[in-house]
Structure formats: structure tokens, C-alpha cells
Nanobody
């Protein structure tokens, strides 16, 4: 499975961005977004089950971010980010589970990772 993120960029506080993650290979797995800010460990942002019916969001992004995946082939993962804040600045990584179908916030449950896309939110 290969993952490729896109959609990052430089925006101002309050703006919106939509990240995408294109997955190749087997698609029957849960997927998630994690982020890593400079000088910090990688942290969970959002996860979705392989059918898309269950989602988990980290508390600081609830009400602002939405995770989804395309309903047809389930090979594209999205993260709609609204009302962005400077503290959302980070490299955002797409992740896919090796065998789990359920959404999880635990990073070691994801076997495949993308290279990341940078999001910078200026104040």
C-alpha cells in the first residue's frame, strides 16, 4: 500500500484547507490522519473505519475538522480543516492500517504511512 498526501499550504488563521490522501493497493482498512508540529511528537488527529461509518476526532479539532473517504473505491482519504489556528501548523501524515477495519487513534495500529504534507497557519 502506498499513500500520497496533497493539499497542504500556507494559510491565515480562520481559513480552510482540504487535505487528500491517495491510496494504492488494498483498500479494506481503516485510515487516519496524524500530525507532527516542530519539536513535538507525532499526534493523532482523526481516524475513519474502512466503510466510513465510524470516525474519531482529537478533541482540539472537533467541530473544525472532518475526516471522510470516497464512498466508491475508498481509495482516497480527506481531511477538511476549517477555522484553522496557528497551533494547527504541522506536517500532516496519512496512515492506513494493515488489517484493522475499525477507526483507531493509536499510531502503532497503522502500518502504512505517507510522506506528509506541510500545513502552516499564520496568525
Amino acid at each position: 500500500v502506498q499513500l500520497e498526501e496533497s493539499g497542504g499550504g500556507l494559510v491565515q488563521a480562520g481559513d480552510s484547507l482540504k487535505l487528500s490522501c491517495a491510496a494504492s493497493g488494498r483498500t479494506s482498512y481503516a485510515m487516519a490522519w496524524f500530525r507532527q508540529a516542530p519539536g513535538h511528537d507525532r499526534k493523532f488527529v482523526a481516524a475513519i473505519s474502512w466503510r466510513g461509518g465510524d470516525t474519531i476526532l482529537e478533541d482540539s479539532v472537533k467541530g473544525r475538522f472532518t475526516i471522510s473517504r470516497d464512498n466508491a473505491k475508498k481509495t482516497t482519504l480527506y481531511l477538511q480543516m476549517n477555522s484553522l489556528k496557528p497551533e494547527d501548523t504541522a506536517v500532516y501524515y496519512c496512515a492506513a492500517a494493515g488489517s484493522n477495519w475499525y477507526a483507531s487513534s493509536i499510531d502503532y495500529e497503522y502500518e502504512y504511512w505517507g510522506q506528509g504534507t506541510q500545513v502552516i497557519v499564520s496568525s
